[in-house]
């Protein structure tokens, strides 16, 4: 292989045979691991061309690569990855007059939509990974998506197709005859087999298994392209694809109907189907209740009774206006068989119901908790795509429930049901030997049952791996023989993608339990850091919830998601938080990446920003920021740590010191005004010396409490200040509990906090200033450590918050401790809960208070606002949105990191990627709004506003005090 990438080379095609670009590319959404001997990432299809001509000559297989979110085990392999997504990524032409794109194979689908959206045109299919699957990976498994029931699969979307086969020929793919003259003894076979092929092919609409002879015939257009479409790369390689446009649904209604389960649902949509709506979709009511448990009840808009829900959207062309859509909308209601029915007109309910049912495949990664406590195990792709026609659908999952039931296997099902289409995952024991011989039993009766209804083992994700085995079981042996045919002519020599669908010849397909990742990982267990409870204590479970759908990879952030603020800047796969989960799954793997202290896993996780970002967005349940820390804490556990640990770790301690030692904060704050002193000494410590240093307080704020006559809580009594509470006309106790930088570096927030609830009517207490919740050490892997502090801080504040009063945080990531990792790190300590659960930020306090209507209005403000991540990973920021709505404010909300992160950005190492970071979403939002007040709760964001955008953050508590004053006047 070093001899394909060194000749690769030479003729200027970027090509790499690194351990960590093949670990990247071991696997994809899929359940299998191979990785491959080397990856190019061709320009053009003359790039495409050399390197297919190279790989012929010296043996190696190739095979094709997008945004590898093929769930099959499609998208890997052992020899040559072609990489599209890099380079190959351009948008040629739109054509609105003839409806029609021209685009290369790496073009993201979201991003077609969007430059078609100005004609009011769209690609019809639309799979749930559609903000980052590409058109050549559509093109490969024949993707379809909700929208399919209405304007049909890939292959029916496609017009011509630019592709190279395994003998080297570049064929131009489209309709008519001529066209399967390209390859010789096409037609001859296409001829010879015509009563086989309209017997068997094409039975059915999402009949995606194996090849789709039936547009070869001459009913089917002798569709080259067609037949080309879902073929996997086994026969050819896409360089450039022409594919057709549909207008824009002008006004889509959602309908939803209730029903008291699954199968119930599935018997009502052929009845619906009469309708013809655009899109009907099942949606299992553990799935919503997933959705419920990881974002919380308001996540979910109230729907129908049920346990079993159609989601059913009505438009077109036919229905151009809002009035039209709901009148059909209300047609189909009357139609069906359950009373139980909410209409949803174009808005933010329908949107979130939609934004559910994308993130099916990731949030049904773990089983949900039954009534007997078991579940939250591992499910895994495999057979999650079968299809049958709908008339049979409700017979099918029936029976499928049986083959559930009898080989002990759960799962949640959703999936395109107006196409016959079901998505599940499942809990496969994959992760021994035993359990994976109960599997393959499990998938070859699965295959049974869908091949007696006339099915498909693939509906739109392709056969890959996963399925190809299993095609004898649906398809006869002279359907197979014709497969083998097929491919002998476009790829005699069996290089393309080798072990999918078929070989030249019968057979050569991979085993359905071959190459399989999950068996081969080592077991890792917790070791005195994190106890990966909610995954049996086990590093490797954790590491393993990662199946690849690669949220992280979309830009979401016109959804409000904040996933993955690194990858965004970069689009790097390895700043991705799916590549840093490969990684850390090779490593313990061990072959390719040799353990978790392997110099790739040191380098991709110091890249991370540990925003928690993906603990919220990732419907899978990554939280790469703990499993950071995690890999830190083992590493240097009893070791000597980099500096900036100890300098920015050990941040609190130092903060503390400079405030008990008199004259020493405003003596450093003088030398660190001093430009060569303060580049000396963050030299010294490790840190970027670019940076400028946040002022020390003169007066911590602990001391301003004490001078201003707020109690603090030690040497109080919680219980003697509840019950004299209740007995007064005051609004009772609450303790303002301010960190170690509001403490030392920027008190304004806690200050205007105690202002403001004194102004309300509340009795503040403060906690003392050495209630740490150890949040740098946190950060830095510095665990047990941390553990001592939280320790502490139970002992401060436990008390009161069993006694029922709130505690409110002023720095949101200090806040967020309490909420996640305090649980996480001392579990057993039922104070600790009783912390977490009282513990607010000042929205939610004064949300739950019904203060509301006494705080200055803020009519007519324009508010830009960054949130900090970890308040939006972990507490979330609809309230505070809610609360600045109420009170009259325009908010202009950031929807990223803004790239200091913390300690993140004081590294000379991260320097870019927080600059970039910063400039991919913050800064352009500042930009736009010049005038505009700018609030960040996070110190770093204000310190990083500060330094990057040139402004002054404000607070909450500091713009609402701000905003009474004036109100005063």
């Not at 200027?12 to 990432?41: M, Q």
């Not at 003359?46 to 769930?71: F, K, Q, Y």
Request: aromatic share 6%; glycine share 10%; hydrophobic share 40%.
């Amino acid at each position: 292989m070093r001899e394909f990438a060194s000749r690769a080379r030479k003729r200027g095609i970027e090509a790499s045979v690194t351990a960590l670009d093949r670990s990247l590319a071991a696997s994809d959404a899929g359940n299998y691991r191979i990785p491959p001997a080397g990856l190019v990432y061709p320009r053009s299809a003359e790039d495409v061309a050399e390197a297919l001509d190279l790989a012929r000559e010296l043996d190696i297989p190739v095979n094709s690569r997008g945004a590898a979110t093929s769930c099959a085990g499609n998208a890997i392999g052992p020899g040559v990855l072609i990489d599209y997504a890099r380079y190959m990524n351009q948008i040629i032409d739109i054509d609105p007059d003839t409806r029609t794109a021209t685009v290369e194979p790496g073009v993201i689908q979201a991003d077609l939509q969007a430059a078609a959206a100005p004609h009011q045109l769209r690609f019809g299919p639309d799979p749930s990974t559609s903000n980052r699957c590409t058109i050549g990976g559509m093109i490969g498994n024949n993707a379809c998506g909700p929208r399919a029931t209405a304007y049909g699969k890939t292959a029916d979307n496609v017009v011509e197709l630019w592709a190279i086969d395994g003998v080297g020929r570049r064929l131009h793919a489209g309709q008519g005859r001529e066209g399967l003259a390209q390859v010789p003894g096409l037609a001859h076979l296409v001829d010879t087999n015509l009563a086989l092929i309209r017997q068997t092919f094409g039975t059915f609409d999402r009949q995606v298994s194996g090849y789709s002879f039936e547009h070869l015939t001459p009913e089917g257009g002798a569709n080259l392209a067609g037949f080309l479409v879902g073929s996997e790369s086994t026969l050819a390689t896409v360089t450039r694809a022409r594919v057709r446009l549909v207008p824009v649904p002008a006004a889509p209604v959602l309908v939803v109907l209730g029903y008291r389960d699954m199968i119930e649902a599935a018997d009502d949509v052929p009845a619906l189907l009469r309708h013809h709506p655009i899109a009907i979709e099942g949606l299992d009511a553990q799935l919503v209740d997933v959705v419920r448990a990881h974002r919380g009840p308001g996540a979910v808009p109230e729907l129908p009774d049920g346990q079993g829900w159609l989601m059913i959207e009505v438009g077109g062309e036919d229905l151009p206006s809002v009035d039209q859509a709901l009148d059909a909308a209300r047609r189909l209601v009357a139609d069906a068989s359950t009373d139980a029915a909410r209409i949803y007109p174009p808005g933010s309910q329908a949107a979130a119901l939609w934004r559910i049912r994308a993130d099916g495949a990731g949030l049904g990664g773990r089983t949900p908790v039954r009534a007997d406590g078991a579940g939250n195990d591992q499910a895994w792709p495999g057979w999650e795509d079968a299809a049958v026609p709908p008339e049979h659908l409700g017979k099918y999952l029936r029976d499928f429930q049986e083959v559930l039931d009898a080989h002990d296997i759960h799962g949640l099902i959703y999936g395109h049901f107006g196409a016959g289409c079901v998505h599940v995952r499942l809990d496969m024991p994959l992760d021994s030997a035993a359990g994976v011989g109960r599997s393959r039993a499990f998938l070859e009766a699965a295959a049974d049952t869908v091949a007696r209804y006339g099915g498909s083992l693939s509906g739109e994700h392709g056969d890959g791996r996963a399925r190809s085995e299993l095609l004898a079981r649906m398809y006869s042996p002279a359907a197979v023989r014709l497969m083998a045919q097929a491919k002998a002519l476009f790829d005699p020599d069996n290089l393309m993608n080798p072990g999918v669908i078929t070989g030249p010849a019968e057979g050569g397909v991979d085993p359905l339990d071959a190459h399989l990742r999950r068996p081969d990982a080592r077991e890792v267990s917790a070791e005195g850091g994190y106890p990966f409870a909610d995954d049996g204590g086990s590093f490797t479970k954790a590491v393993h919830r990662c199946t690849g759908v690669s949220k992280c990879r979309a830009d979401a952030r016109g959804a409000g998601q904040f996933m993955c603020p690194t990858y965004l800047a970069t689009g790097a796969e390895e700043d991705s938080t799916r590549g840093r989960a490969r990684i850390l799954q090779e490593a313990m793997n061990g072959s390719l990446i040799g353990g978790l202290d392997a110099p790739e896993v040191r380098v991709l996780l110091d890249r991370c920003m540990a925003c928690k970002a993906c603990s919220a967005d990732c419907p899978t349940g990554v939280d790469m920021a703990a499993w950071r820390s995690e890999l830190l804490y083992r590493r240097y556990r009893g070791k000597l740590r980099p500096r900036t640990h100890y300098v920015l770790g050990w941040l609190p301690t130092w903060l503390r010191l400079a405030q008990r030692i008199p004259g020493a904060a405003r003596l450093g704050n003088r030398a660190l005004a001093i430009s060569s002193v303060r580049r000396l000494a963050f030299a010294m410590g490790g840190l970027n010396t670019d940076r400028e240093m946040p002022p020390m307080q003169t007066m911590s704020f602990s001391r301003w409490a004490a001078e201003s006559g707020i109690k603090e809580i030690r040497g109080c009594d919680p219980r003697e200040v509840d019950n004299r509470h209740a007995q007064a006309p005051t609004r009772g106790p609450v303790v303002v509990w301010a960190d170690s930088f509001s403490e030392g570096l920027d008190g304004s927030g806690a200050r205007a906090i105690i202002e403001l609830l004194r102004d309300l009517g509340f009795d503040v207490f403060v906690a003392p200033a050495d209630a740490c919740c150890g949040l740098t050490w946190i950060t830095t892997g510095q665990l047990d450590r941390a553990r001592k502090h939280l320790g502490r801080l139970l002992t401060r504040l436990g008390p009161w918050a069993v006694n029922g009063i709130p505690i409110i945080g002023v720095e949101p990531s200090c806040t967020a401790v309490l909420r996640d990792d305090l649980l996480r790190l001392i579990p057993d300590d039922p104070r600790a809960a009783a912390v977490a659960q009282m513990s607010r930020t000042l929205a939610e306090f004064l949300t739950e208070s019904d203060c509301i209507a006494e705080l200055p209005r803020l009519d007519g403000l324009d508010v830009v606002a960054q949130p900090h991540c970890h308040h939006y990973s972990v507490m979330g920021w609809e309230t505070d949105r809610d609360l600045l709505t109420q009170l009259g404010a325009n908010v202009h909300e950031i929807s990223g990191c803004c790239g200091l992160a913390g300690n993140y950005g004081m590294e000379p190492q991260h320097r870019y990627i927080s600059s970039a970071v910063a400039q991919a979403t913050m800064l352009p939002v500042l930009r736009d709004h010049p005038e505009a007040t700018v609030l960040a709760d996070g110190f770093s964001c204000r310190t990083q506003i500060a330094y990057m955008g040139e402004r002054r953050a404000y607070h909450l508590a500091s713009l609402l005090r701000k905003h009474a004053r004036t109100a005063a006047i």
